[in-house]
């Protein structure tokens, strides 16, 4: 008589479908990041986030303003710009602000509010691949593309995408919209007040603006002209 095979426990094909699950992801989620270092992205997961919303509001007239432009077509004062204003050690760190971090916490622990410190890598990392909010699932998700980035991408081609699809108002992302849409002209054509201005709206795109700026948004372009100042100009762009 032939032998029956015996049947693995239930247990153990779970375990084994959850490892495949988990290897299939990794390794899909490695090649969408392995192509965008080189093919620029024709939309991000923000832009969808905002299409569903105006879909499900009725928003008829909204439309999303976004065309990606390379490196060389943006003025070196927009980037700078917003390294001062976001992440100042963006060239240096490994994707983490760790000192960053624990500030943040400490001032939680004495009762503050919570104040994010995002870099510009998790920036990346979340506008382009996942979606708002505060849930500790979209925080590790958020960690896991920020690693993904940071050993696949050059630092020139994280901050590259992020001057491409951060949201500079509603509806408006990346560069080429946002002066086209505030200063009518090509981000190759910003000035350095004009790049501050964008990077001072980063914080709350939806509500402030930069071709209509609040004191609030005067006060800080001028605080962000200060640091690229001391931080050297386009100098300290990573290369």
């Known amino acids: 008589m032939f032998a029956t095979k015996r049947r693995r426990p239930l247990w153990r094909r779970i375990l084994r479908a959850v490892f495949i699950a988990i290897f299939v992801w990794v390794v899909l989620s490695w090649l969408a990041v392995l192509l965008l270092r080189f093919v620029p992205p024709l939309t991000s997961a923000f832009m969808l986030e905002r299409r569903v919303q105006a879909w499900r509001h ?9 065309h990606w432009v390379p490196w060389e077509k943006v003025s070196a004062e927009l980037p700078i710009a917003m390294i001062a204003g976001e992440d100042q050690k963006f060239p240096h760190h490994h994707g983490f602000d760790v000192q960053a971090i624990q500030t943040a916490l400490d001032e939680a622990d004495e009762g ?8 510009i890598s998790q920036q990346t990392a979340k506008n382009l691949f996942l979606w708002g909010g ?21 630092k020139r081609r994280i901050l590259e995408v992020y001057v491409n699809i951060a949201e500079f108002g509603d509806g408006i992302y990346g560069a080429d919209a946002a002066a086209r849409e505030y200063f009518h002209k090509a981000p190759a054509q910003l000035s350095a007040h004009e790049a501050a201005l964008l990077a001072a709206v980063l914080p709350n795109p939806k509500k402030l603006r930069a071709d209509r700026p609040s004191a609030y948004v005067n006060n800080r372009a001028e605080w962000i002209e200060r640091q690229v100042h001391q931080l050297g100009g386009a100098g300290y762009l990573p290369r």
């Open 58 to 66: 009725g928003e008829k007239d909204f439309s999303i303003k976004y």
């Open 134 to 154: 505060r849930s500790f699932v979209r925080k590790g998700l958020e960690a896991y593309f920020t690693v993904l980035l940071e050993i696949s991408w050059p």
């Open 112 to 119: 503050e509010r919570l104040r994010g410190a995002s870099t």
